[in-house]
């Protein structure tokens, strides 16, 4: 996780600063979990006045990354290019750099999906998560089914948990 | 799409040689509009298709093609200093560089399903080359791309597997499906005019006539696992002359309803 890092290219006070902006932009399909701990901030530096911030996109076709990145684009703009902050303009910018994977969210992120009724995606290769019984959220069984591996976003996949029979739906490895 | 500098090594943006441009612009091309016309026509399935998980799933797919496709069609803007709505919306209908084997329409739900499933084993061997292109923009996208077919690959190998597998109706529509899009396979893979020149710079690190080898390799077993066989491809269908060119009548009418609307204002906000 590159998020925010204090690098030659970010002066700590600055990166702090991002930090605590981009925490609290939540993602707009799950509000629940913000962009930080989703995994979606890579780089971000500072040069020649222009904070610049690469955002890693879950899945390429993902509708709501153009609401995120202006969103982010605003919240910096407004927050820190001030006058004399040395900041003169933000540039957001889409970035395959490094792909993001389920890797990328936080322990905070789990919980935060756990919480509100998703499952976290498996800390396991792609392949092998796709096989296995994802882990229903509400009762902790790993007795369910996976119904679809598509879903209402295309982050998101359809479960059925034959423990507790209640529907759920787990977060995806892009 | 704005896409950055990645960090992967290679060719950095601005540092091509001018003689790489076009090649490089026709390479990006044809896998945007591959992916565009295959997501527009598979979204055609949308609200229709055989069952709800299935509508999902194929809306999912057409989704997944279309941000494929924005995606390409955004290093071409890069590249071209152009605009990726204005080339993916603003060209004619002979402009376009998609493949004989997406110029079908969808047809029946089998014919989509036998579409999808020789697109995704073609693509994905394709794809598996440029990861290790020398342009790095490049590369980081199919890196990401090829983990987002992984699901597709897998949906429409299931697919292909139920209707061989389902003697009557469903195996008979299968094999028309064989017989009518199967010559044109390999024209996802089939040469570019300016092959020698991707080739030789890296830019495309493994020559079509291998893809094709590989990707027959491939498939050739599963096929055979399920009493199948691919028919002979069609000559057109391997020409750089004619793998791209001259789109039929159910790509014009895909064309006049993907076009009608960014039709009405072209200087509309989307």
């Given amino acids: ?18 930090r605590v902006i981009l925490a609290g932009i939540v993602d707009p399909e799950i509000p629940a979990i913000s962009i930080v701990d989703l995994g979606l901030v890579g780089e971000v530096s500072l040069v020649e006045g222009t904070l610049a911030v690469e955002l890693l996109p879950t899945f390429i076709g993902c509708p709501a990354l153009d609401l995120i990145r202006a969103t982010v684009t605003e919240r910096l703009e ?18 395959f750099a490094e792909p ?51 879903g209402p976003t295309r982050c998101r996949s359809i ?13 995806k490895d892009g | 799409m704005t896409v950055q500098a990645g960090r992967r090594a290679g060719i950095e943006p601005g540092a091509l040689d001018s003689a790489l441009q076009a090649p490089l612009g026709e390479l990006l091309l044809a896998l945007a509009d591959d992916d565009f016309v295959l997501g527009f026509a598979d979204s055609e399935w949308t609200g229709i298709a055989p069952h709800l998980e299935e509508d999902v799933a194929m809306s999912s797919l057409a989704q997944d093609e279309l941000g494929h496709a924005s995606a390409y069609y955004g290093l071409l803007a890069g590249l071209t200093a152009g605009d990726a709505d204005r080339i993916a919306y603003d060209r004619p209908a002979e402009a376009f560089r998609h493949c004989r084997l997406v110029d079908h329409g969808r047809g ?70 064989l017989e009518l899009v199967g010559p044109d396979a390999p024209s996802v893979l089939a040469p570019l005019p300016d092959e020698a020149a991707l080739v030789a710079a890296g830019i495309q690190p493994i020559p079509s006539v291998e893809l094709i080898e590989r990707w027959s390799a491939r498939i050739g077993p599963v096929l055979a696992g399920l009493g199948l066989a691919l028919p002979p491809a ?37």
């Fill in chain 1, 100 to 150: 993001w994977t389920a890797a990328r969210i936080t322990g905070r992120g789990r919980a935060a999906l756990a919480a509100s009724g998703f499952a976290p995606p498996d800390r396991a290769p792609q392949l092998v998560s796709l096989a296995r019984g994802a882990t229903c959220p509400y009762c902790g069984s790993r007795r369910t089914v996976q119904e679809n591996a598509f």
């Fill in chain 2, 108 to 177: 029946d739900w089998a014919r989509t399903m036998t579409r999808r499933w020789l697109y995704d084993t073609a693509n994905a061997v394709r794809l598996e080359a440029l990861a290790g292109s020398t342009d790095r923009l490049l590369a980081d996208l199919v890196v990401k791309v090829r983990r987002e077919e992984t699901y597709h690959l897998l949906h429409g190998e299931a697919w292909l597997e139920r209707l061989a597998s389902h003697a009557g109706e469903p195996r008979r529509r299968l094999l028309e499906a």
């Fill in chain 2, 234 to 270: 069609a000559p057109a269908a391997l020409d750089p002359a004619t793998a791209r060119s001259g789109h039929g009548p159910a790509f014009l009418a895909l064309y006049t309803e993907f076009s009608l609307v960014r039709g009405l204002d072209r200087a509309a906000t989307w």
């Fill in chain 1, 159 to 171: 479960h059925y948990c034959t423990t507790c029979r209640q529907p759920f739906e787990q977060f």
């Fill in chain 1, 1 to 18: 996780m590159t998020a925010c890092v204090a690098t030659d290219l970010l002066p700590s006070s600055v990166a702090d600063e991002v």
């Fill in chain 1, 78 to 95: 407004h927050e820190m290019a001030k006058p004399g902050s040395g900041i003169e303009r933000v540039a957001v910018t889409i970035s």
